[in-house]
Structures are given as C-alpha cells and as structure tokens.
C-alpha cells in the first residue's frame, strides 16, 4: 500500500535535539535520511567539517557549554534563509563526499546490500512506512516516514545494530560498521519529495556506482490524509 506524504509543518510542534548536526523531530512527517559507514569519509576531513560547523554556530550565538535543550532553542532562532542556506552546503559536501566511494564500501557485496535491503523493510507498516531508498557502497539515501509516536532514532539504532551483528557473524564485517550519527531532514513539500526521489533513483549512476548499488522505488506517494 502506498503510504500518504506528509510534509513539515513549520506550525506544528517540533522536537529538536543535537549532536554534531541538529536533528529535527514533527511526529508523522515524512523524512529523507542519510546513513553511512564508519570509514566512509577520512577522519581529518570529518574534524575539519565539526570545526567549520562550530565556528558557524559560535558566530550565532552556539558554542560549549550549553546544554543540548538551549543548543536546540537557540538553532531554531537563527534565520530560517541562513539556517537553510547552511545546512544545504553541508549535505551538498557530505553527499559529494560519500559518492567518491571511500573506505571499504562493504554493500559492494551483494549478500551484505540485500540484507541491509531487508532489514529496512522489517518494520516498514509497523514503526514506519518505507518509502524509496538506494544502497551506495558505502552509504544508504532513505525516504522514511516515522509512524505516530515512533522515532527514528530508535528504528535507525535498530537497523544499525542487527546488520552489525548479522554482518560481523557472516565474517563480512570486523569492527565499528556504521557511523553513529545520521543526516536527516524533514521534506517540506511535493516539489523537494519529487527532487528527493529523483536523486535517490539517478545517484548510481551519477557516481559512476550502478553495478555495485541497490536502488528501490516505492510505489507513489499519496497525499496526506
């Protein structure tokens, strides 16, 4: 069945919590995520970004020690153009970086990407509606929408932790697997979805990528409810 978009509602309440990137919580929104493993990009690069970012945030007002509740109030604040403006340089580096297929791409294996394939359909009409996602070598685009009261958190830890474990006990895999922080970003409306999914359904091939990725179309989007 084809689940109904949801897009962010900026009237609506948001939930906001922060790591090295904020992350946005609206109950039932439809969200494009981003998740990678641990050697995908190059430590020194990775530090250079937290430190670019922390002289961002350091210049509006954010810096150590806050409390992760005043970090999050205070990043609401910033001028939503700047604010937009930034967090789109920042994913526009990450997705460049991850396409020039670093570290040791593990889901250029076909038993490791169909596992992982299966395990973002596991909870897909239970904890979430899984919309359309590609495999990369060495990271996963994802359209999710969390149900009402679930969240992505939760399903993303999940997710991480059973393909570690399966993955390590197949001999794939030795060591950290994924990197703990996920990109996500609250889809604001039809024209981004269509945007999204495009992207998602042409990254293969744009990296040069499409005999070692996995791409899944979900079936169309419904309006919301």
Not at 23 to 39: E, K, M, N, P, V
Not at 42 to 67: F, N, T
Not at 198 to 213: C, E, Q, R, T, V
Request: one cysteine or more.
């Amino acid at each position: 069945m084809s689940p109904h978009f949801t897009a962010f509602n900026e009237r609506a309440p948001i939930e906001i919590y922060y790591r090295n990137l904020p992350h946005w919580h609206q109950d039932g929104a439809t969200c494009f995520i981003t998740f990678r493993l641990a050697d995908s990009i190059p430590r020194a690069l990775v530090e250079q970004w937290i430190e670019e970012r922390q002289l961002w945030l350091k210049a509006h007002g954010i810096m150590e020690p806050m409390e992760q509740a005043d970090r999050a109030t205070a990043y609401a604040k910033i001028d939503p153009r700047q604010r937009r403006n930034f967090e789109r340089q920042n994913a526009r580096r990450l997705l460049s970086e991850l396409d020039r297929c670093r570290g040791c791409c593990l889901f250029k294996n076909s038993v490791a990407r169909n596992l992982l394939a299966e395990s973002l359909h596991h909870n897909d009409g239970t904890h979430y509606h899984s919309g359309d996602f590609v495999i990369m070598p060495n990271h996963v685009h994802w359209i999710i929408q969390p149900l009402k009261g679930s969240r992505l958190w939760k399903s993303m830890r999940a997710i991480k932790r059973f393909t570690a474990t399966q993955l390590t006990h197949q001999k794939l895999h030795e060591g950290k697997l994924w990197q703990n922080e996920t990109y996500d970003h609250l889809i604001r409306n039809r024209a981004e979805l269509n945007r999204i999914r495009a992207y998602i359904a042409d990254n293969p091939k744009k990296a040069n990528l499409s005999p070692h990725a996995f791409t899944h179309a979900t079936a169309d989007w419904l309006d919301e409810k």
